[in-house]
């Protein structure tokens, strides 16, 4: 398995990059959030369905776990979401997913333009998630959500060089634990 990486956030922290993961039910439905959602030029509701219509309700619950429920539904979104933050974006995008999820929940530096606290109460409510697996690629870490991931998988130029829960890798005192205490994480 070759591991494809953006050269210029790889040489951030010394080509360190954390794929981590919640379980190991690898088999089922996928759901995906990326670092840069497409946003349409229509409703926010219209921009959370998609092809699948799910109600009021559950889009607004939706809203509710990004931290956006001043959002109407029937708010219109200009294309990109030029009229909406880099965050705003980002969590309507987050929105989105939550709404079609599924089994499998891949988080791709998801949390990139949203300020700390608000990446961190987020990072909190996808973990807590409790019937869906997630994997989740970042370059932005807070230890508190660190500590909840089962497993954190640590990369060096593209290859595996450590893994092991958040105690563990610190215990280990070696790539992990040396990048903590430069303060690249």
Not at 114 to 133: M, Y
Request: hydrophobic fraction near 40%; charge should be negative.
């Amino acid at each position: 398995m070759e591991v494809m990486r953006n050269e210029k956030k790889a040489k951030d922290c010394g080509c360190l990059r954390f794929f981590v993961y919640a379980s190991a039910r690898l088999n089922y439905g996928f759901s995906f959030v990326l670092d840069g959602k497409i946003l349409f030029d229509d409703t926010i509701r219209n921009n959370l369905n998609m092809e699948l219509v799910q109600t009021d309700e559950t889009l607004l619950k939706c809203m509710e776990f990004v931290d956006l429920p001043e959002f109407k539904l029937d708010q219109n979104i200009c294309e990109d979401g030029s009229n909406l933050s880099g965050g705003q974006v980002q969590r309507i995008g987050i929105a989105r997913t939550i709404a079609h999820l599924k089994e499998v929940l891949l988080c791709d530096e998801i949390t990139a333009s949203l300020d700390a606290q608000t990446a961190i109460e987020i990072e909190n409510r996808i973990l807590d998630l409790k019937e869906e697996t997630v994997l989740y690629v970042t370059h932005k870490y807070f230890d508190e959500t660190l500590k909840k991931f089962d497993c954190i998988l640590v990369f060096k130029q593209g290859r595996i060089v450590e893994q092991g829960s958040f105690e563990e890798l610190m215990k280990n005192k070696e790539y992990f634990y040396s990048l903590k205490n430069k303060g690249c994480i």
